[in-house]
């Protein structure tokens, strides 16, 4: 079984020069959910991880180089999650590559990426616009002391049960830790949910509780998923964290109750 610790996360590697598909490295998701509670073949959610690639180049026929940006969503069913490094080792082995059409290029990242995931995953050329303010109602301005940044404290969640609203909370101050190099992670966090009013001043404690917590993106997301589901019992809920780009790439896991719609790709953070 592949660990992140296998991975070229953390090592000195060589520039590809050279297609390679096995460059792609990935991670079974099922030792992380075990640890969360999460049972593998009932999983409380639904959602997809959805990458952006800034650094896509390859050769035309003639051997004139070519660029594109692209979108890349990874259903959160796969059994398999795909390591960042390893996929931008992987992207840059196409720098040197002929062939024929983008669209031939297309179906390649399809191939190669399903295969890593273990999933169909979607590749679309294009990214999605810039957005200046988020789309909910911020509490990083709240006036609270806090003096826990991990691990991540369950605790702090609450909700008043006396009190139903549906409302999106949002919060730039998410920050977490790469479990293999100690790299910090930067994100954006969106919580969307109807039930009892969640105690915000409590969920703001509780995300910068992820500070020194050293977990993968998508993993961090479904602990956040999973906590709240269970402190504040909401009718439905939906959480979202865009991270900020590392290695021409950024990571956008979403995952939602079961029935809830998945958001289309219309917007990135203005961080990302």
Known sequence: MNTPQDSSLGREVSYPSQYDPGLLFPIPRVGARAEIGLDEAALPFVG???????????????????VAVATVQVPCTSSRLIESKSFKLYL??????????????RERLVADLSACAGAPVQVTFGLP????????????????????????????????????????????????????TGQPDWATVSVRYRGPQIDRAGLLRYLVSYREHAE?????????????????????????????????LDINPWRASHGIAAPAATYRELRQ
Do not use: M
């Open 48 to 66: 997809h991880d959805r990458w952006h690639a800034f650094e896509l180049s390859w050769l035309d026929p003639r051997g004139k180089p070519q």
């Open 216 to 248: 993968f993106h998508e993993q961090c997301v479904e602990r956040i998923f999973s906590e709240v589901s269970a402190r504040c019992r909401p009718q439905w809920l939906e959480v979202e964290a865009r991270y900020t780009r590392r290695g021409g």
């Open 129 to 180: 616009a810039l957005r200046e303010s988020p789309l909910g109602e911020l509490i990083d301005g709240l006036d609270v002391d806090i003096d826990c940044y991990g691990p991540p404290q369950a605790d702090y969640l609450s909700a008043n049960a006396d009190a139903l609203v549906e409302e999106t909370l949002v919060s730039a101050l998410l920050k977490s830790n790469c479990p293999v």
């Open 92 to 105: 840059n082995s196409l720098n040197s590559t002929r062939l024929d059409s983008a669209e031939a290029l």
